[in-house]
């Protein structure tokens, strides 16, 4: 075997175990959170509770 063939192998194997450690991580990796859209953005719909609400009746200060 020539020194230009066993580069040529050598090369290939690391790209091939790197191919199959990068496949691996990205199968078994951390779940990706999902990126907020504009529906995710929604301003709160307040509705004040009884006691939050002021009168505003005769005698009011």
Known sequence: ??????IA?????VAAVFAVAFGV??????ARE???????HQPAT???SV?????HGEGAP
């Open 1 to 6: 075997m020539n020194t230009g063939l066993r």
């Open 9 to 13: 192998a050598f090369v290939a194997a």
């Open 46 to 48: 307040h509705q004040p």
């Open 25 to 30: 991580g990205r199968v078994a990796g951390p």
């Open 34 to 40: 999902p990126t907020p859209g504009p529906s995710s």
């Open 51 to 55: 006691h939050q609400e002021e009168s």
